[in-house]
């Protein structure tokens, strides 16, 4: 069966610019997680999905993040006025169910953001 | 707040040696412990995890972590190293609310032949 996915693997772009990243979850998956790394760092949460929901958006950095899920499955994390400081990998994860304590996240591959 | 301590950044083992990478965790609360692999240019790949039990968890690839509540550690082992086993490890712990991960800084694994 598909892994998580996400698209693009790579994204450049210049300071100011708006930017969508997707993530397509193992199917049957509810439960739905974004994390950012930065270089030398590890991953650091930044919003999940129970569903179509955004049950907790704790780790998003300011008002510039967004993200949706809008039925259930395929989220874009959508980022505004990039700066330069958002340069990172972008990583997501998807788990059956937030509320099985024992269930792991299942991680993609990221996406690459690096803002000019 | 839940915290995770990898306080290694680079381990360094010779292939066929035993390896071992630390963490500690601080938790309020019963800890969920995780251990990722992630290999250069890849997403993290789940190792394996404690949830309750056996102190002694086995994983993915040979691994192994010992869960130890005084000590508050969740270190991860292996019994004879590999070349192929060099990476950069994580060590993770679970938000019983949210569910969300707090990883450690990870440690480079480094084993040569």
């Known amino acids: 069966g598909a892994g998580v996915s996400q698209t693009p693997s790579n994204k450049v772009t210049e300071k100011g610019k708006y930017v969508e990243l997707r993530c397509d979850p193992i199917s049957g998956h509810t439960a739905l997680y974004w994390y950012r790394q930065s270089l030398g760092q590890g991953p650091e949460f930044l919003i999940y999905f129970q569903g179509t929901g955004a049950a907790d958006d704790s780790g998003l950095p300011n008002d510039r993040f967004f993200a949706v899920r809008p039925e259930g499955s395929v989220s874009t994390l959508k980022i505004q006025r990039t700066e330069r400081g958002d340069s990172a990998v972008y990583l997501c994860a998807s788990s059956l169910s937030v509320t099985e304590l024992y269930n792991e996240q299942f991680f993609g591959p990221g996406t690459r953001l690096t803002v000019l | ?113």
């Open chain 2, 1 to 113: 707040a839940q915290s995770v301590a990898q306080p290694e950044d680079q381990v360094n083992v010779a292939e066929g040696n035993p390896l071992t990478v630390k963490c500690t965790y601080s938790v309020s609360g019963n800890p969920y412990l995780f251990w990722y692999v992630q290999y250069p240019n890849r997403g993290l790949q789940f190792l394996l995890k404690y949830i309750t039990g056996d102190n002694l968890v086995k994983g993915s690839y040979g691994f192994e972590a010992e869960f130890n509540k005084s000590q508050t550690s969740f270190h991860l082992k292996k019994p004879s190293a590999l070349v192929s086993d060099s990476a950069l490890y994580f060590c993770a712990v679970r938000d019983g609310n949210t569910g969300k991960l707090i990883f450690g800084q990870g440690t480079t694994l480094q084993v040569k032949p």
